[in-house]
């Protein structure tokens, strides 16, 4: 019982870091820029898919896919903020997330004509391939290398808004933009900045992913963005602790859920969901 | 545009239909079904998209509740398609007014995401009982029985029966929303989308209002889906996803948001250019995701709002 409680346990965590990377670049986009990005996900898959193309081009070097492949994401993200999501920050909500949309539809028929509408496999990763044993019982490496990833990235993320010089400026334009631009911010060009950071983190959780999930397939940014989505909402919008918090939750409880009332994984998470906005609408961790 | 215009273009449409009925092949009248289906989801969905300002991402479960109502009481009850439908529409129609008790406590983002919630509940539940809805295989293999009043029967099992079977819901949904947005009632949601505060402040509950919007948006979305089982023979627990629910926005956006007659225009886009492109490449969402972005970056009134300017703007010169 201890065993399996303990694996469970651990295999929820490694889930729950994945829905992180994603949910932390959704999150600080749209504290920041104050738009949900439904193309979010599509930026998961995209990292994923270009990193395990670099990384068989490179002779199966999974580092430098998940160096490269994440940066190729970082010029579609560039694009997508400059010349779409830019002229829709001031229109009703209904305009800028089905913009946001109707990239999810482009990405996942872009993703299919360029690598094939089957699903693509990865190799293992030397030296975080095979398992060790945990209370008796084989646990992944790999998924151990994501649970210590997780964390990090978040002291990252927190050093970098609270401690820089940057992560001040970004505060600024989050909390009032008129008034960071009056102080001679440049708030569209910091507005691309958070952008483009958001899609990196994300295809970052795609490039790591790649090893982790084994097949690729073009559905993977829609099951992602969807449990990303509960993550901000639950977490309070725009909230990076909460986003953390709750991406550990969320990947205990559907853990836990498949493992155990297997009727009722994914519906549990949006009861969660649905509980949290009735009773608290902005948030579990929401700021002021 | 003037109200004879109006009377002219409904008489042609009407009359199109009714020739495409009688003489069109089966591929025509199989699109055209899907047209109208798509419409009658989209006419009701904009009352409250359109007309009440709230963007709701759970509809697709109205419409797979719809569906499911009448495949389970086609298999288990009685193959009646009225008391299908009937079934369907107040099946949508309870849990819309159980799911939106909830929901309209909220607005903007709030609602939006509380409204996927609930959707993606539905989907995961039709998804898992397996032994009520036949899981992520669903039902099929639903027939259409003939309607049947006692003494003498309608056939509506040769597509072209059918069709006129739709046409006829199709032109009755045209007629109650329209209804719908003269009364009273349409008035007020009109007036909780242009000002919350102030309708408030009149002496109006808005949140009813906005619960009853809400319910009988929902009812269109059971109709719809309940016509869409008997067309199609089948359904999967994939109709209540929230990719599903995107599509009477996409198609409100395309047609024109705030206009009666943009579900319309935006139907006949949607289903015509997938049907079109699927012939010549795979990849149709593709093209329909460059239309939308092109709607949003340029033409923001639809096919309807902006056809409209250019009507006034040569009316004027």
Redesign the interface.
Known sequence: MLQSLVHVCLAGISAGMFIWLVASGLTLVFGVLRV?NFAHGSFYMLGAYVCLTVLKAMGGNFWIGLVLGPLVVCVVGYFMERF?LR??YH?E???Q???T??????F???V??IWG?GSASSPAVPGLSGSLSIVGRQFPVYNLFIIAVGPLVAVGLYALLEKTWWGRIIRAAASDREMASAIGVKVPTMFTAVFVFGAWLSAMGGALAVPYVGLLTTGMG?AII?EA??VV?IGG?GSLKGAFFVSLIIGLLSSFGTRFI??????LV??L??VV??WR?QGLFAEG | MNLYWKYFFSAVGLAGLIAIGLFAGPFMLYVTMRVMILSIFALGYNLL?GRTGL?SFGHAAFYATGAYGLALSSIHLNPHPLLGIAIGVAAASVLALAIGF?CV??T???F???T???G??VF??MW??RSVTGGDDGLYGITRAAISFGLFKIPISKEYQYYFFVLFFFLLTIFLVHRIYRSPFGLVLAGIRENHVRTEFAGLAVRRYRLGAFVVSGAFAGLAGSLAVLLESNITPAAAH??RS?EP??VS?IGG?HTFAGPLAGSIVFVVLREVVERFS?????W???L??AI??GF?GGIVGSTAEIFKRFSRA
Request: glycine share 2%.
């Open positions: 949900l779409l002229y829709v229109l909500l209904p305009y997330l089905l913009l949309f109707a990239m999810v539809l482009i996942d028929d872009a299919k004509m509408a829609e969807i989505f509960v909402v919008l297997p009727m009722l994984d994914m519906f949006f009861i969901m649905a906005l009735l609408p | 998209l963007l909830f406590r909220h903007e983002i709030y939006a995401m509380l996927l919630a609930f993606m509940m995961s539940l898992n009982v929230w990719a995107a926005v996409l956006l948001l795979q990849n149709w969402m593709f329909f995701g460059l939308l972005l949003i970056m923001r």
